[in-house]
């Protein structure tokens, strides 16, 4: 149970809001999984540095408007059981809920969407098409694409306020070093080093396990009837 509320949440995407892992989805449609999975497993796993990969993964993939259309719906077809429940009790009790994603910005807003959560609280990486729709880049100048970029989004984002942190990977456990309190989720995938590094850890497949990390007692008291 939280000693103090939390002011601001933010949710990773990938194997937390979702069960899917967004780029994966991408390589096993394009027919090419087994070589991205094995660099996304490593830099979730903290084995390679997310900036070493991430490009590379997209230029293998070179996802088009249409294929990332085709994410935005599998991200929502495949939510993880309670989150919107979890994310509408935050709400309800006052809290800014955000999702910080290296996902593809344009393929989470549809989740976000359903889930409640405003656009401009949606932190993730464009894509960028021309205008027949094909890929062109992704901005990487976004701290999102890079070792401890999403502590640092957490932070700006946070302003000094209390705030907490739930994911699955080794990067959401970055805010860490700004005093953001991390939850580890492993609902969908366990992974040791997170469990094993994160201030608090919930194993449940469903997502409403992190409340009693998330919330104070009296919170607790003030949620509407299940």
Not at 58 to 70: C, D, S
Not at 118 to 144: I, Q
Not at 181 to 186: A, E, I, L, N, S
Request: aromatic share 6%; hydrophobic share 45%.
């Amino acid at each position: 149970m939280a000693r103090a509320g939390f002011e601001v949440i933010f949710f990773d995407c990938d194997s937390t809001l979702s069960t899917i892992e967004g780029i994966d989805a991408l390589a096993a449609r394009a027919g090419c999984e087994h070589e991205i999975s094995a660099l996304t497993r490593a830099a979730m796993g903290g084995e390679q540095p997310l900036e070493s990969i991430y490009g590379q993964r997209l230029e293998t993939l070179r996802p088009n408007r249409q294929a990332i259309a085709w994410l935005g719906n599998q991200y929502v077809a495949a939510e993880v059981p309670g989150a919107r429940a979890v994310v509408a009790a935050l709400i309800s009790l006052g809290k800014e809920v955000h999702i910080v994603s290296g996902g593809i910005r344009q393929a989470v807003v549809p989740l976000a969407a359903v889930l409640s959560i405003p656009l401009a609280r949606v932190h993730a990486v464009e894509m960028f098409h021309d205008a027949s729709g094909n890929y062109t880049g992704y901005d990487a100048s976004s701290p999102l694409t890079r070792s401890g970029g999403k502590g640092a989004v957490c932070h700006r984002v946070a302003k000094n306020r209390r705030a907490a942190i739930v994911g699955d990977g080794i990067t959401d456990l970055d805010p860490a070093a700004y005093g953001i309190f991390t939850v580890g989720f492993g609902g969908v995938v366990r992974r040791e080093a997170v469990q094993r590094r994160a201030d608090a850890y919930v194993a449940d497949r469903a997502l409403t396990g992190v409340l009693e990390f998330l919330l104070t007692r009296e919170e607790f008291r003030r949620l509407p009837p299940a």
